[in-house]
């Protein structure tokens, strides 16, 4: 196999096929056997997992690599989260992101002094906080948002017609993976 990814993906692919199937027969998530899919379709389950898995997974490597400044994976979901919810509470913030309270009120005091999130009091109770997204945090969204559109839109630049056909086509299969 000659892809971008070299020996990695193939060696993944391989990982897929063989550890991917238990003594049962069925793949990792107990769905579909070798074989077993949509009528007409190219693809078992489980090799169309593993494929899946290891495209969407080197992609969102290559996506991290290029992110600008200095946000560990867990501060930058945590920020996300703290957009996407609006003003939240500290321990239902570390329930989202599941980590303990204590790690939680550590990161929140990194982001704070970094200026990408500000703490203010809970009118609903007097001993609790609310953690909002500070300017700076949302400056550091958008930068890293396009950065990661940016490095998409030269990969994009690169597919064939065909490909990018394919691709658009398969948004909305992508998008119902995502939602739980």
């Given amino acids: 196999m000659t892809s971008s990814g070299g020996p990695v993906v193939a060696a993944s692919l391989s990982e897929a096929g063989a550890s991917g199937v238990g003594a049962s027969g069925a793949g990792a998530s107990g769905v579909g056997a070798p074989g ?5 379709a190219g693809m078992s389950d489980v090799e169309l997992a593993g494929r899946l898995r290891v495209a969407v997974g080197l992609l969102v490597r290559r996506l991290r690599q290029r992110d600008p400044g200095h946000l560990s994976p867990a501060q930058l979901s945590a920020l996300v989260t703290v957009e996407a919810a609006g003003p939240i509470r500290n321990g239902d913030l570390a329930a989202r992101e599941n980590v303990a309270a204590p790690t939680m009120t550590r990161m929140i005091g990194a982001m704070e002094e970094a200026g990408l999130v500000n703490r203010g009091p809970d009118p ?5 906080s609310l953690v909002s997204l500070a300017p ?25 017609p065909e490909q990018r056909a394919a691709l658009e086509a398969a948004l909305p299969a992508l998008e119902a993976l995502r939602d739980d």
Avoid: C, F, M, T
């Fill in 36 to 40: 077993v899919g949509v009528p007409g």
């Fill in 124 to 128: 609903s109770d007097a001993r609790g």
């Fill in 136 to 160: 700076g945090g949302a400056a550091a969204l958008r930068a890293l948002r396009r950065e990661r559109n940016n490095l998409l839109i030269e990969r994009l630049a690169a597919l064939s």
